[in-house]
């Protein structure tokens, strides 16, 4: 069964860091799917975070760019999510997703269940 398992979420003091890391197993994509994050805060929609092609290929949205990196490990089929200069904004459940990038556009298929993010002095 497709199943995504996030790690790496917690409490970080505004400017701090973190790394999410998401393992996936018997994704029925093929061998060059691509995967990435999204988000949710309390009261606000999911919102995507930052995608990864298997070829390298990377997104990422305008609220992280230059804070977030990710990266992959295609032959463990592995994502990670480094965060970095964290801020009160950026606290929310984080989800890993994987799927495939189309004319550039990135459509998550299979979901994570997600792992809280908090960021708090």
């Known amino acids: 069964q497709a199943h995504l398992a996030e790690s790496g979420g917690g409490l970080v003091q505004p400017g701090g860091s973190l790394r999410l890391s998401c393992v996936g197993s018997e994704l029925p994509l093929g061998p060059h799917y691509s995967m990435g994050w999204y988000r949710q805060s309390a009261g606000k929609e999911r919102e995507f975070v930052a995608s990864?092609?298997?070829?390298?290929?990377?997104k990422y949205a305008r609220a992280v760019k230059g804070r977030f990196t990710i990266s992959r490990d295609t032959a463990r089929n592995l994502v990670f999510l480094q965060m970095n200069n964290l801020q009160f904004e950026d606290t929310a459940v984080y989800y890993c997703?994987?799927?495939?990038?189309?004319?550039?556009?990135?459509?998550?298929?299979?979901w994570g269940q997600g792992i809280q993010v908090t960021v708090s002095s």
């Open positions: 997703t994987a799927g495939w990038t189309t004319s550039d556009v990135y459509d998550p298929s299979f």
């Open positions: 990864s092609t298997h070829g390298g290929s990377k």
